[in-house]
């Protein structure tokens, strides 16, 4: 399974924007890169994915490096309640025999101070 | 739209015993996937079940084993519980097998203790 690497913790301050990294050097071509985030006694919560271009939503950006090798999920202004547990996760876009499900590792713990 | 719904919410068992836990998909979801989550950890994939059947499975022995209803609901059945089974269960369900470009809806999950 191709893996992703994050650092286990970053901390920010409130109202203030958040450069999440993910390396991910052997993705492959149908690989599309999630992030999730888990707050505190919470199932994961869906935040953004793409594959190739960097994509923007209500929630999120995600800026995707040209060879695909890392990405950076970008929250705008964080706030108290982005405190969580974010994870980079690659998702196969094809049945090309691995696992459907999603492989989580331990992902980033973001700390935000008020 | 009430989300993915698991039930119950906490549930303690002695080792030995066998432990059934439900899910509810997402309205007009079809597929389900469950996953252990140890304390401190990532959740890891169990397997998923898709047109009643169990599609793909990660690395968990036949101990766990699922159903899926017509309805699309599921269970996960856990036999022989050992101390080290304890963790919070967590259920995904999503409109198609194929999770790269979809998103999976989580539910807030069992949290299990085996004693």
């Known amino acids: 399974d191709a893996k992703t690497t994050q650092p286990n913790s970053m901390e920010s301050n409130e109202e203030e924007p958040v450069h999440l990294p993910c390396n991910h050097s052997?993705?492959?071509?149908?690989?599309?890169i999630h992030w999730y985030r888990q707050l505190p006694s919470q199932g994961p919560e869906y935040v953004i994915h793409g594959l190739t271009s960097n994509v923007n939503n209500r929630m999120a950006s995600l800026a995707i490096a040209e060879d695909r090798k890392s990405s950076t999920l970008i929250l705008h202004r964080a706030t108290l309640r982005d405190a969580a547990v974010y994870y980079c996760i690659l998702g196969q876009g094809d049945s090309g025999g691995g696992a459907d499900g999603l492989t989580f590792g331990k992902g980033t713990h973001l700390i935000i101070q008020p | 739209d009430a989300g993915v719904t698991q039930s119950p919410t906490h549930l303690i068992k002695t080792r030995g015993q066998q432990v059934t836990l439900r899910c509810s998909p997402k309205s007009g979801h079809d597929t389900v996937s469950w996953y252990q989550q140890a304390l401190g950890q990532g959740p890891q994939f169990i397997f998923q079940?898709?047109?009643?059947?169990?599609?793909q499975r990660g690395n968990f022995p036949d101990r766990f084993s699922g159903h899926q209803f017509p309805n699309y609901s599921s269970e996960l059945n856990v036999n022989a519980l050992l101390l080290g089974d304890s963790a919070l269960y967590l259920c995904?369900?999503?409109?198609?097998?194929?999770?790269?470009?979809?998103?999976?809806?989580f539910g807030q999950g069992t949290r299990l203790t085996v004693v």
């Open positions: 052997t993705i492959s071509g149908t690989d599309y």
């Open positions: 995904a369900s999503s409109l198609v097998r194929i999770l790269g470009n979809t998103e999976a809806f």
């Open positions: 079940y898709y047109e009643e059947e169990e599609r």
